[in-house]
């Protein structure tokens, strides 16, 4: 890299990694751990622990089967490698050994909490579901952003 007055290209778009990153992670954190999922008054509502709760003594042994387990498991433990992976992500989004792959466990953890959504059938809530796909999706162009600013 050289000296100049201008800072590279390649610096603001690994800037622009580490805050979409970082957005993804304060996106999951609230929408999973903060904001309410279903609205019962103007102030209080359900938090997704609380229906996390609901839904899995609700199940008991229902006998799910293909999509109904797989979301029925984000319920289980998925929310947990979700957050882990969205809090780890700006960490190692750039770096140069293979840590960067964890993004996709990012993504994949909110495609999983919108098959858990399907499956549990959440309908009528708030926006607070709709901010770990949006996380997703926010991880991804932060990914490509650092791989073409490591790349460059």
């Known amino acids: 890299m050289t000296i100049s007055s201008s800072p590279a290209a390649t610096d603001k778009k690994l ?3 580490y805050v979409l990153t970082v957005a993804a992670s304060a996106l999951t954190l609230l929408g999973l751990y903060v904001l309410d999922w279903f609205p019962d008054h103007v102030w209080g509502g359900q938090t997704f622990l609380e229906y996390r709760t609901e ?3 609700d199940r008991g042994d229902s006998g799910l089967q293909g ?7 984000y319920f289980q433990f998925g929310y947990l490698v ?4 969205f809090v780890l992500l700006p960490f190692v989004v750039a770096r140069y050994n293979r840590w960067h792959w964890l993004a996709a466990l990012a993504v994949l ?4 909490q919108v098959a858990g959504m399907s499956a549990a059938a959440i309908v009528n809530t708030t926006f607070a579901p709709a901010m770990g796909p949006l996380a997703g999706i926010l991880a991804v162009i932060g990914w490509v952003l650092a791989r073409v600013a490591v790349n460059e």
């Open 15 to 17: 800037t622009a990694a």
């Open 55 to 57: 839904h899995l003594a």
């Open 67 to 73: 999509w109904e387990y797989l979301g029925d498991t």
């Open 82 to 85: 979700q957050t882990a992976a």
């Open 109 to 112: 953890g909110a495609a999983w």
